[in-house]
């Protein structure tokens, strides 16, 4: 007989305790291995330490919500698909999700054949994804470049930098919001997350390093910018 294939793992992240017990009784009826977070906060902690082939991804939730979740998910270079459900249906609204990191999106109330049918999908998508060799994700300006998979950077001096894995999300969340302004609360829901709030001056420090690594004349900056009672800012 041939081996049977290893189930596949699914996180499901939901605030209400009557839906999240359906679905995962649902999706354990169709063979799934199914964990459960009840807030963000907790889902965070549950992907530090364990590898998931999807998170469905409820989006209003108390404290962290799913967009949140999600945008962090995607700053630590975690490539697990998310399928987002909201009762949220505009077009605005998906969009933003899509835009945050979502692979998929999907309105409450919905069809319980449905859902399956993208969750089966999504994984098998994944699957196949993860059978082609990687290429890494990298960012190059002014003669850097960062390897974000690596946690490493190339300067312009030639040094190689071991970046930590706070320094590569927050070099992240900067880089993809290029020439615009990221908010200290941004920065610490995203990057430290609601449990341990650093003050200014780390998120300076940090910025301060930046400047050393990648800029030719680190007390003239061209790419990071502090932004005075706003934030900070990567200019391309």
Not at 61 to 82: F, K
Request: proline content about 4%; overall charge negative; aromatic content about 8%.
């Amino acid at each position: 007989m041939p081996a049977e294939l290893p189930k596949a793992n699914i996180l499901v992240v939901e605030d209400e305790e009557n839906f999240q017990e359906a679905l995962k009784l649902n999706l354990e009826m169709e063979g799934y291995e199914v964990t459960c977070a009840s807030d963000g906060a907790i889902a965070l902690d549950i992907l530090e330490n364990a590898y998931f082939d999807l998170i469905i991804l409820d989006v209003m939730m108390p404290e962290i919500d799913g967009i949140a979740v999600a945008e962090t998910v995607r700053l630590q270079n975690n490539d697990v698909p998310i399928l987002m459900l909201s009762a949220k249906s505009s077009s605005a609204d998906r969009v933003l999700g899509l835009k945050k990191g979502a692979d998929d999106y999907l309105v409450k109330p919905f069809n319980l054949e449905e859902l399956l049918l993208r969750i089966k999908k999504l994984i098998e998508k994944n699957s196949r994804l993860h059978q082609q060799p990687s290429s890494g994700s990298s960012f190059s300006f002014g003669g850097n470049v960062i390897d974000f998979k690596a946690q490493t950077g190339f300067t312009h001096r030639g040094e190689t930098i071991a970046l930590t894995k706070k320094e590569s999300m927050l070099i992240k969340l900067l880089v993809d919001n290029k020439n615009e302004v990221v908010s200290r609360e941004r920065i610490l829901q995203t990057v430290w997350g609601y449990q341990v709030f650093p003050n200014t001056r780390t998120i300076d420090n940090f910025v301060l390093n930046f400047r050393k690594y990648f800029e030719v004349n680190p007390r003239q900056p061209v790419f990071f910018h502090s932004v005075r009672g706003v934030g900070y800012k990567f200019t391309a």
